[in-house]
Every structure is written in structure tokens, then in C-alpha cells.
């Protein structure tokens, strides 16, 4: 099973919600990743886990908060999101941080803040 | 992180091979190359990656020139569903990159039945 899965799928949320999104893996990957893509541009990374410790946020306003419960587990938490803050948000895992293995992707959750 | 440039776009008819050119002229000599694609509406999806040698798996080739300045992934039969975005970018392995995929813009394919 190389199946990395997310939910929800679509999510509409406004700027004083609190949500949280899901990502799921039983590889037995240690190490997961959030990126964040806009409309017609490339994904950007977000956050690395590894071996469930937070190992890079890229800078990411505290709105966005991740957590990691266990090692198949990594949810991103949503609380008084901006209408620019609505993309496609991507999780993918890997079997370690080394950057010698690939990463599979789940399919996203497209976020829309109104 | 070093840097790769694609072109924009390439175009390809279907059942042809297609080569997507790759330069990272300031590759170390712990960085990976690695390839991933991404299909409309789709998470990226992992094709292929090298350090040194010539890479073959069930979805594509990659070449990596000798001085690993450039890489060619290599598509040996286009298919319809093989138009996505190609992305090729990478890695440095170990040390604090984590393995963090920094996409750039990538090429966009396109396949002609």
C-alpha cells in the first residue's frame, strides 16, 4: 500500500473557524511533509516532520499550527485563516528525512477561506 | 539549495519517446536528482531519482551526464496520460535539508494524440 490520504477533500472555512486537516499514512514512513500550493504555481513546503519532531517550518504564520500524534498520523490545525490562505494543501510522507528516498503525495485538500 | 533550470514547456506526440532536459550546474556532490510530475488535479507524483549513474524503472529513464551538470528524464513512449507538469529538482542528502522538495517551476508537457 503506497497510499498517503487526506481529508477532507474541499473545505470552505471562514476567517474566524477553526478546522483541521488529516493526513494519513501506514507505510511505516518517519518522516511527513505539508506543502502549500496556489492556483497555476508550484508547491512550497511548509513543514518537516521526522520521527515525529518538527524538523523545518518554512517561516509559516501561527495560524497554521501542525501536529504529528503519532508516526501515520499528521494533522494541520486551522484557526483564523486569511482569504489569501485558501490552496490546495498537499501531505506526503517518506521513509526517512534523508532525501534519498521519494515521497509519495496524497491527492490535497482544497481549502477555500471566505 | 542548488538551483535546476527546465524549459517552460515541451511538446510530444503520443507513442513518441520524449527527453526533459534538466541543468544544475551547481549541483554538490551530495545532491540527488530527483524527477516528480504532477497530473491536473492531482498531487505530485514521484518518477524517478539518481545520484550518479543511469536510472531505469518501470516509468522512465533518467540520465545524468557525466559531470552531473545536466539530466535528461526520458519518457520512452508518450501517452495521453503522461501530460503534466515535470518537475526536477534537488535534494541534498543528510545534514538539515530533511529531504524537502523545493519544486520550481517545472516543464509543462504536452502530448498529441
Known amino acids: 500500500d503506497t497510499e498517503v490520504t487526506q481529508t477532507p477533500k474541499h473545505l470552505v472555512m471562514g476567517m474566524t473557524n477553526k478546522k483541521s486537516l488529516k493526513c494519513e499514512q501506514h507505510m511505516g514512513h518517519r518522516a511527513m511533509y505539508w506543502y502549500k500550493q496556489k492556483a497555476k504555481k508550484p508547491p512550497e513546503l511548509m513543514f518537516v516532520y521526522s520521527y515525529e519532531k518538527l524538523s523545518i517550518n518554512e517561516s509559516v504564520p501561527s495560524r497554521f499550527s501542525p501536529e504529528c500524534p503519532n508516526s501515520s498520523l499528521l494533522n494541520l490545525h486551522l484557526h483564523a485563516l486569511q482569504p489569501e490562505d485558501s490552496a490546495l494543501y498537499l501531505c506526503?510522507?517518506?521513509?526517512?528525512?534523508?532525501?534519498?528516498?521519494?515521497?509519495?503525495f496524497g491527492p490535497g485538500t482544497r481549502l477555500t477561506v471566505t | 539549495d542548488a538551483k535546476t533550470t527546465q524549459p517552460n514547456s515541451m511538446e510530444s506526440n503520443e507513442e513518441e519517446p520524449v527527453h526533459l532536459p534538466c541543468n544544475h550546474s551547481?549541483?554538490?556532490?551530495?545532491?540527488?536528482i530527483h524527477w516528480y510530475r504532477q497530473l491536473p488535479s492531482q498531487g505530485p507524483e514521484y518518477v524517478i531519482h539518481g545520484l550518479t549513474s543511469n536510472v531505469n524503472n518501470r516509468m522512465a529513464s533518467l540520465a545524468i551526464a557525466e559531470d552531473r551538470k545536466s539530466s535528461t528524464l526520458i519518457l520512452h513512449r508518450a501517452t495521453l496520460r503522461d501530460a503534466a507538469v515535470y518537475y526536477c529538482i534537488l535534494i541534498h542528502a543528510g545534514g538539515t535539508s530533511y529531504g524537502k522538495l523545493t519544486f520550481g517551476q517545472g516543464t509543462i508537457l504536452t502530448v498529441h494524440p
Open positions: 506526503a510522507s517518506s521513509q526517512a528525512s534523508s532525501g534519498t528516498y521519494e515521497q509519495y
Open positions: 551547481t549541483i554538490s556532490g551530495t545532491d540527488y
